[in-house]
């Protein structure tokens, strides 16, 4: 049977890795994005940074004794980054539909999204399950918050192939605002169970 110190251990590499990942990923989707001119992968990147804070928090969480207190810290801040991500978004894709922004296709970008979504959905499920042996529910959040990011992964791959193949260039923005309302979702299922 595995100790809780050894999940512990294996929590913190989880959050190392994501952070590591999302930091990587930061540099070259903006820059994909701006190549191409796409919103979403600009906005991906960015959402890239809001889930290195929610990482950040978590590892806050874990190195210290657990407290209600510091539990619903931590929560809440996980929530103010879902919000965050949520606003950002839509922000990002009412405008990009407003202006009308054509960006260019990427296949650098469309394949390098298929691997980040395996990536993300792959430490979303170990953390969902690591995260429930330590009944952490702020571990449990920023697992949910990296499934999200592979959702908003895949969401945003199919939108610029949906450009590519189509030129349907509004499903760029579209996918983006998906995504802000399930963040939204998020953060405000996170803000109820906060006591």
Same mark, same amino acid.
């Given at each position: 049977?595995?100790?809780?110190?050894?999940?512990?251990?294996?929590?913190?590499?989880?959050?190392?890795?994501?952070?590591?990942?999302?930091?990587?990923?930061?540099?070259?989707?903006?820059?994909?994005?701006?190549? !191409?001119?796409? =919103?979403?992968?600009? /906005? %991906?990147? $960015?959402?890239? +940074?809001?889930?290195?804070? &929610?990482?950040?928090?978590? *590892?806050?969480?874990?190195?210290?004794?657990?407290?209600?207190?510091?539990?619903?810290? !931590?929560?809440? =801040?996980?929530?103010? /980054? %879902?919000? $965050?991500?949520? +606003?950002?978004?839509?922000? &990002?894709?009412?405008?990009? *539909?407003?202006?009308?922004?054509?960006?260019?296709?990427?296949?650098?970008?469309?394949?390098?999204?298929?691997?980040?979504?395996?990536?993300?959905?792959?430490?979303?499920?170990?953390?969902?399950?690591?995260?429930?042996?330590?009944?952490?529910?702020?571990?449990?959040?920023?697992?949910?918050?990296?499934?999200?990011?592979?959702?908003?992964?895949?969401?945003?791959?199919?939108?610029?192939?949906?450009?590519?193949?189509?030129?349907?260039?509004?499903?760029?923005?579209?996918?983006?605002?998906?995504?802000?309302?399930?963040?939204?979702?998020?953060?405000?299922?996170?803000?109820?169970?906060?006591?």
């Amino acid at each position: 049977m595995i100790q809780v110190s050894d999940l512990e251990r294996t929590g913190r590499r989880l959050q190392t890795a994501t952070i590591v990942w999302n930091l990587i990923e930061v540099f070259i989707t903006v820059t994909l994005g701006i190549l !191409a001119a796409s =919103l979403a992968l600009v /906005a %991906f990147g $960015l959402d890239s +940074l809001i889930e290195v804070f &929610a990482s950040l928090v978590v *590892l806050w969480h874990m190195n210290d004794k657990r407290s209600s207190r510091r539990d619903r810290r !931590a929560r809440n =801040l996980v929530a103010a /980054a %879902f919000a $965050l991500l949520a +606003l950002s978004l839509a922000i &990002a894709g009412t405008r990009a *539909l407003l202006t009308g922004a054509e960006p260019d296709s990427s296949p650098i970008g469309i394949a390098y999204l298929a691997i980040t979504a395996v990536v993300m959905f792959t430490l979303a499920a170990w953390k969902a399950r690591i995260g429930r042996r330590l009944d952490n529910e702020p571990f449990l959040a920023e697992a949910r918050m990296t499934y999200l990011d592979g959702w908003l992964a895949t969401a945003i791959l199919t939108a610029l192939a949906l450009n590519a193949i189509a030129g349907w260039w509004w499903t760029d923005p579209i996918a983006a605002l998906i995504v802000a309302a399930l963040a939204a979702r998020e953060a405000a299922e996170l803000r109820e169970t906060t006591p």
